[in-house]
């Protein structure tokens, strides 16, 4: 398998690099060993907010959202107004690197939310379909997306030197290869069905559908996990990393302290339109999935 890794110094990050917005948009993770010397770093006073109980334990991550309202955290208005705080500045830095990445995609970006993950990741329990610990490619079951892109920025803010460990599998359109043969037919009933019931946000497309089930058949198959073509590689403290989830497998194996801002992309608006999600599985399908 080629590399799924792509290194990027800080200081050579211009506008619009043709061969990195190629390799994003193939579904390979961007990566940056010294964003924390040119772009965020906790500061001093923020150090105090590092430990595993400042997360209320009814969520899974601490979050701001794209409106600026702050979830999960524990503790007083000075404790909760140190967390917006730093997570903003982390968007924003964020932000300015997607600026400077993939510049065509600014003005259609739609902001999403921007979190910190105090909890240490190996001894997180959750259900097979849950555990980010296999590999897979993002899909939420409750919010269809209809073809519109993740694209997500984080970063390591470990203060220990653990590095966050990742697993990065084979391209979206292998996998696509490998598993819709096994997939189970979209019903359109059963999506009206579901979103009737609000069990949906909205009307599931076959597209949702399908990136579903490659989501749940790529957990589901423990051979797959140990088999499949990929690679490991830590990221360590004070880099950042960038990637589509909905198209970049990936697991995260290891580590504790971590920053992630999403941004939602039209497909429509890539550099090469093709290379989509969406593109691939239409392709593969032979009719409009959504």
């Given at each position: 398998?080629?590399?799924?890794?792509?290194?990027?110094?800080?200081?050579?990050?211009?506008?619009?690099?043709?061969?990195?917005?190629?390799?994003?948009?193939?579904?390979?993770?961007?990566?940056?060993?010294?964003?924390?010397?040119?772009?965020?770093?906790?500061?001093?006073?923020?150090?105090?907010?590092?430990?595993?109980?400042?997360?209320?334990?009814?969520?899974?991550?601490?979050?701001?959202?794209q409106g600026g309202k702050l979830k999960?955290?524990?503790?007083?208005?000075?404790?909760?107004?140190?967390?917006a705080g730093m997570v903003k500045r982390f968007r924003d830095e964020a932000e300015g690197l997607l600026g400077k990445l993939v510049p065509r995609y600014t003005e259609h970006l739609r902001r999403g939310a921007a979190s910190f993950r105090p909890s240490k990741?190996?001894?997180?329990?959750?259900?097979?379909?849950?555990?980010?610990?296999?590999?897979?490619?993002?899909?939420?079951?409750?919010?269809?997306?209809?073809?519109?892109?993740?694209?997500?920025?984080?970063?390591?803010?470990?203060?220990?030197?653990?590095?966050?460990?990742?697993?990065?599998?084979?391209?979206?359109?292998?996998?696509?290869?490998?598993?819709?043969?096994?997939?189970?037919?979209?019903?359109?009933w059963q999506a009206k069905a579901l979103n009737a019931l609000h069990v949906t946000k909205s009307l599931r497309s076959e597209y949702d559908h399908l990136m579903?089930?490659?989501?749940?058949?790529?957990?589901?198959?423990?051979?797959?996990?140990?088999?499949a073509p990929q690679e490991t590689f830590g990221f360590p403290p004070g880099c950042a990393w960038v990637c589509f989830s909905d198209q970049t497998s990936h697991s995260v194996m290891s580590g504790q302290y971590m920053m992630e801002y999403t941004a939602q992309l039209s497909p429509m608006r890539q550099y090469d339109k093709e290379s989509s999600p969406l593109a691939i599985l239409t392709r593969l399908q032979g009719h409009a999935l959504v």
């Amino acid at each position: 398998m080629e590399n799924q890794i792509v290194e990027i110094d800080m200081q050579e990050v211009g506008h619009g690099n043709p061969a990195w917005i190629a390799a994003l948009e193939a579904g390979k993770v961007l990566y940056f060993p010294n964003f924390g010397e040119h772009g965020f770093a906790p500061q001093k006073e923020e150090l105090a907010l590092f430990r595993e109980d400042v997360r209320d334990p009814k969520v899974r991550n601490i979050s701001l959202d794209q409106g600026g309202k702050l979830k999960g955290v524990i503790g007083d208005d000075a404790t909760q107004a140190l967390m917006a705080g730093m997570v903003k500045r982390f968007r924003d830095e964020a932000e300015g690197l997607l600026g400077k990445l993939v510049p065509r995609y600014t003005e259609h970006l739609r902001r999403g939310a921007a979190s910190f993950r105090p909890s240490k990741v190996e001894t997180r329990v959750q259900s097979w379909r849950a555990d980010d610990r296999r590999l897979h490619v993002d899909a939420f079951p409750s919010r269809p997306n209809r073809g519109e892109r993740l694209l997500r920025v984080f970063t390591n803010v470990n203060l220990d030197g653990v590095p966050r460990v990742w697993r990065v599998g084979e391209p979206f359109e292998d996998v696509a290869r490998r598993f819709l043969p096994r997939v189970k037919p979209y019903v359109a009933w059963q999506a009206k069905a579901l979103n009737a019931l609000h069990v949906t946000k909205s009307l599931r497309s076959e597209y949702d559908h399908l990136m579903l089930q490659l989501h749940d058949a790529m957990k589901s198959d423990l051979d797959y996990q140990k088999n499949a073509p990929q690679e490991t590689f830590g990221f360590p403290p004070g880099c950042a990393w960038v990637c589509f989830s909905d198209q970049t497998s990936h697991s995260v194996m290891s580590g504790q302290y971590m920053m992630e801002y999403t941004a939602q992309l039209s497909p429509m608006r890539q550099y090469d339109k093709e290379s989509s999600p969406l593109a691939i599985l239409t392709r593969l399908q032979g009719h409009a999935l959504v």
